[in-house]
């Protein structure tokens, strides 16, 4: 009986494990596509590569869907004339939803860019061989976040001082760590269960 339950229970649960781990891509290849192409130019550069940050990830995320149904024009995203680019009066929030606050994204940067239907080759050059080319070269971004809606694409650089490092507010975090991973729970839970059953 043992045995049994070794043999269809033990392929059951490898199986479950491998599943929860597998990552599913799809509407982020776009962002992926173009972090992998920002890297490699700026390891053209001898520049180091730029890592995930997941807060500016979640800020690009939030002013992309601000800049969706607005069409494409020659004054919009990497075409935009310097100091004219949009406002956004809901900022604040913004950041909030972020779990952010000012003080931490002073130094970063928004980059907006329009390209109708998100063509990598003519994402990666709207930012590398536009008016973003400075930001993009200049060795005080070390992160980046990446968000994208419609035909919108947004990258956000960070720093690795404490006015440009986008990291979570206090308070936020605190509250962040207070609470179990979901994730986590549902993994350790399925392991104990298959536990007791190899038992």
Not at 69 to 98: I, M, R, S
Not at 106 to 132: E, H, M, W
Request: glycine content about 6%.
């Amino acid at each position: 009986m043992a045995s049994l339950l070794r043999g269809v229970l033990l392929p059951f649960f490898l199986s479950s494990i491998l599943l929860l781990n597998h990552s599913v891509r799809g509407d982020n290849d776009e962002e992926d596509t173009l972090l992998q192409g920002l890297n490699d130019y700026r390891a053209s550069l001898n520049l180091t590569a730029l890592t995930k940050v997941d807060n500016a990830g979640c800020l690009a995320d939030e002013i992309a869907d601000q800049f969706k149904n607005q069409p494409c024009t020659n004054t919009t995203g990497a075409n935009t004339v310097p100091g004219t680019e949009p406002q956004f009066a809901n900022y604040p929030k913004l950041l909030t939803k972020c779990h952010l606050n000012v003080s931490a994204t002073r130094d970063g940067v928004i980059l907006p860019a329009c390209v109708p239907n998100l063509v990598p080759s003519l994402v990666l050059s709207n930012f590398t061989k536009s008016q973003y080319s400075d930001y993009l070269n200049d060795t005080k971004f070390t992160g980046v976040g990446i968000g994208s809606e419609d035909d919108w694409i947004v990258v956000v650089l960070s720093t690795n001082t404490p006015e440009g490092s986008f990291t979570p507010s206090i308070g936020e975090n605190a509250n962040a760590a207070s609470f179990p991973n979901i994730h986590m729970t549902y993994r350790f839970l399925l392991l104990l269960m298959a536990s007791i059953f190899l038992l």
